[in-house]
């Protein structure tokens, strides 16, 4: 009697199972590239850039397969609705410049578009359509860019909807906010500055981090300050504290956190250090407005 073997095949991946991993797969992709961006020169060679898209367009892949989709707050989604509009609006508008139109349209819409083509081409009159932009290619390339930030954007928007992800993601940003910070100091008072693995051979008297220019290193720091701040009197729940005595306001705040909230306010002080020493006049100025912002609002609210 022939033996019969029996083929078990690979099970079908539960829905909920499947959802789960696909979610994980674009956090964890989320934050690689908040991790990634900031370090080969602030991602500005067309490498990097690439591989941005890629990464941002094969997450939404995931999102789109995702069968149940995350809750998104209705607030959100209400204050979102005309941003989708200018986004889409947008992308539209890229895509009109690079798309072959008649050429007495273009001169109709862009008249210099036709006046270089013919000082710098032959027969342009006989071509039966041409684009609105000169360098087509240029234009996709950075549409294809702007694009990814914004798919980002709508990723973060739709899939971060957890107290645990939001948290995952503002440490990360304040580490590499601190990292920025004293990598920029270290490579300022080194003998042979470094960006990474390329030698420095501009503001070399600044510390700019892994960034080339001072002010996008500047810029960077800016607006992690404000996060590790937000963070800090979110977890002691500053505007809790009104109506205590000096007493109960400092055991509420000890009691929460105490070692943890240090540790953030030391991570401010090192990305302030670092501003300082960018030599950012902007950047500074917004950071003495973010601190003044702060004490403001604190002021009108237990006023």
């Known amino acids: 009697m ?7 095949l690979p099970r079908t991946p539960h829905p909920k199972n499947k959802d789960e991993f696909l979610l994980r797969v674009i956090e964890f992709g989320i934050l690689g590239l908040l991790l990634f961006s900031p370090l080969p020169a602030a991602s500005v060679f067309p490498w990097a850039i690439t591989l941005i898209a890629v990464v941002s367009i094969l997450l ?24 989708r509009y200018l986004f889409g609006g947008f992308l539209l508008y890229v ?7 008649p050429v007495g349209l273009v001169k109709l819409l862009s008249p210099h578009a036709v006046v270089l083509r013919e000082a710098f081409s032959f027969q342009v009159g006989e071509w039966g359509a041409i684009t609105l932009s000169l360098a087509p290619f240029h ?21 971060v909807t957890t107290s645990e992800k939001i948290k995952r993601i503002i440490y990360l940003c304040i580490g590499m906010g601190v990292f920025q910070a004293l990598y920029g100091i270290f490579e300022l008072f080194r003998g042979d500055p470094h960006i990474l693995f390329m030698q420095k051979t501009i503001n070399l008297e600044k510390a ?10 500047a810029g960077f720091l800016e607006m992690i300050i404000p996060l590790a701040l937000a963070l800090i009197l979110a977890r ?8 205590m005595d000096l007493k109960e306001k ?5 009691a929460k956190g105490f070692t943890s909230n240090v540790m953030a306010l030391i991570c401010v002080f090192v990305m302030c250090l670092g501003l300082l020493f960018s030599r950012s006049r902007a950047a500074l100025f917004s950071v003495f407005l973010i601190f003044f912002l702060f004490f403001v609002m604190s002021l009108l609210y237990f006023g």
């Open 2 to 8: 022939p033996t019969i073997y029996r083929i078990r």
């Open 60 to 83: 939404t892949i995931c999102y789109v397969l995702i069968e149940n989709k995350p809750e998104v707050n209705p607030l959100l989604v209400r204050r979102l609705k005309w941003p």
């Open 95 to 101: 895509a009109f410049q690079v798309i072959p139109l």
């Open 139 to 159: 234009t996709i390339r950075e549409g294809l860019e702007m694009l990814s930030y914004i798919l980002i954007g709508f990723l973060v928007i739709q899939t």
């Open 208 to 217: 700019t981090g892994t960034f080339i220019n001072q002010n996008h290193f």
């Open 236 to 243: 002691i729940d500053l505007f809790s504290l009104s109506g």
């Open 250 to 254: 400092f055991l509420r705040i000890t």
